[in-house]
């Protein structure tokens, strides 16, 4: 399974957006923050915008908050709403794969893995990221544990 660096950015930007959201933060003191490439973190905050996760205002006070509350973003909700499908196959969605026998049973395994990820990743919230003392922190510090 490959975590593409859009969806790393994206994670990494809602966990600063939930650890301070007295104000708005900008695109500038986000990418500075968290060691992300300003042009790129710019595209990946639009991918969230159009997906409802970080809400926008502009002008010298703007900048940019979460769209929902933290512990109702999931790093599921993420991954899909910068890259599309959890896990394709050469670009591809994995439900209408198919193959011919004796390899006829490797598309069930290919999804079962993308099943085992989507759960695991909906059940991390942005909330248990910040600081690691968040709301269901430990319990998902202990479920990453367990994976490594």
């Known amino acids: 399974m490959h975590i593409s660096a859009k969806a790393d950015y994206a ?16 695109c500038e003191s986000i990418a500075s923050s968290q060691e992300i490439p300003f042009r790129f ?11 409802g996760l970080v809400r926008s205002q502009r002008g010298c ?29 050469r670009g591809e969605p994995l439900a209408e794969l198919d ?8 598309p069930d395994v290919w999804r079962a893995v993308e099943d085992s990820a989507a759960e695991i990743l909906g059940r991390v919230t942005i909330s248990a990221l910040v600081g690691g003392d968040g709301p269901g922190a430990p319990a998902a510090r202990r479920r990453t544990d367990v994976l490594v």
Do not use: C, H, N
Not at 11 to 26: H, S
């Open 11 to 26: 994670a990494r930007a809602l966990v600063e957006l939930a650890r301070d959201t007295a104000r708005p933060l900008t």
């Open 41 to 51: 973190l710019k595209s990946v905050v639009g991918d969230l915008r159009r997906a």
């Open 61 to 89: 006070e703007g900048g940019y908050w979460l769209g929902r509350p933290a512990e109702e973003i999931s790093l599921l909700d993420v991954m899909r709403a910068v890259d599309g499908g959890l896990i394709t196959l």
């Open 99 to 106: 193959y011919p026998a004796p390899a006829q049973g490797l």
